[in-house]
């Protein structure tokens, strides 16, 4: 495994799976990036999201991946998605 912080992502690479654990307005900032960095069949995982903000942001990477709930525990979730 290899962690990171978003200043110091790779400028290529792609990864069979991509683990993001920060808050939901990063996730929404950083949402083209993460998605290039999945190879295709591959996951993005995204989590260290309050369950009130799920809805958000699901749309917000409507347009690069198809998000769904995987799992929601004392108020927090986490999102998958395959690419394609």
């Known amino acids: 495994a290899q962690f990171v912080l978003p200043d110091a992502m790779p ?3 792609k990864y069979q799976i ?3 654990n920060i808050l939901s307005n990063p996730l ?12 295709s069949g591959g996951f993005l995982v995204l989590s260290g999201i309050l ?3 799920t809805d958000e942001l699901i ?3 409507a347009p690069y991946m198809k998000m769904s709930l995987w799992r929601s525990e004392d108020g ?3 999102l998958v998605g395959q690419a394609s």
């Open 76 to 78: 927090w979730i986490c």
């Open 11 to 13: 400028q290529d690479g």
């Open 28 to 39: 929404k900032l950083l949402a083209p990036a993460l998605v290039n960095y999945v190879q």
């Open 51 to 53: 369950e009130r903000q």
């Open 59 to 61: 749309e917000a990477y």
């Open 18 to 20: 991509v683990v993001a």
